[in-house]
């Protein structure tokens, strides 16, 4: 009969285990891993790594975000993950011959950042390709130009007619405006008439005896 401490101890083990193949790959010389954290799916990000001695290296992530770089020289280095939606920081990471991985810095802030040991590169935001639109704003729109010519002509063609206009007061002012161009006509040809008649007299002529 098996023990109710076998499964419990067996979990440790396997526990452990990870932790220490986890380690070894961080310890191991030349070797750079990490995971990329991200919605899913993760097959379309890749991580570039661009060593000291000017070469850049492309791993692709696998479906669960983990990546790998074998055989990367001892030096100061700078990973980058790349996603067609996502953003990412720039990781600078310094490894030496013996130890593997010594350290991380997240070198996109503006002060920079120690990163945890196993490397989960985390995104920053999202990508934006095109920018938003603004929404509509009505009253910019009412106060605009176009917008006042709208509404005056609204009101010409809506409200005029439904004004209602007293027939006397209507009457009375079409009489007065045929008065006031009655009056500037009369008032135009009496000054024309005597124009014409200062023009006729014409002065006498003086003849010598």
């Known amino acids: 009969m ?9 979990l440790l083990l396997a526990l452990a285990c990870a932790l220490a193949a986890q380690g070894s790959a961080l310890d191991e010389p030349g070797v750079i891993s990490g995971t990329v954290v991200g919605p899913a799916p993760l097959s379309a990000a890749t991580v570039k ?57 997240m070198v996109s802030q503006a002060k920079s950042m120690a990163v945890a040991l196993p490397l989960q590169l985390r995104p920053l935001g999202e990508l934006q390709y095109f920018e938003k639109r603004k929404p509509l704003d009505v009253w910019s729109f009412v106060k605009s130009p176009y917008g006042l010519m709208i509404v005056f002509s609204l009101f010409i063609i809506v409200v005029m007619p439904r004004l209602k206009v007293d027939p ?42």
Not at 174 to 189: D, F, V
Not at 194 to 205: E, F, H, I, L
């Open 2 to 10: 098996a023990s109710p401490f076998m499964a419990p101890l067996s």
């Open 49 to 105: 790594l661009y060593t000291s001695d000017g070469r850049q290296l492309t791993a692709f992530v696998g479906q669960d975000g983990s990546f790998v770089f074998r055989d990367v020289p001892a030096g100061s280095h700078l990973l980058h993950p790349h996603h067609p939606s996502l953003f990412y920081p720039e990781i600078r990471i310094d490894t030496s011959t013996r130890a593997g991985v010594l350290r991380a810095m």
């Open 168 to 209: 006397e007061e209507m009457r009375q002012m079409q009489e007065e405006l045929r008065g006031t161009r009655g009056g500037a006509a009369g008032g135009s040809g009496a000054s024309n008439g005597n124009n014409r008649v200062a023009g006729s007299a014409a002065p006498a002529r003086v003849t010598a005896s």
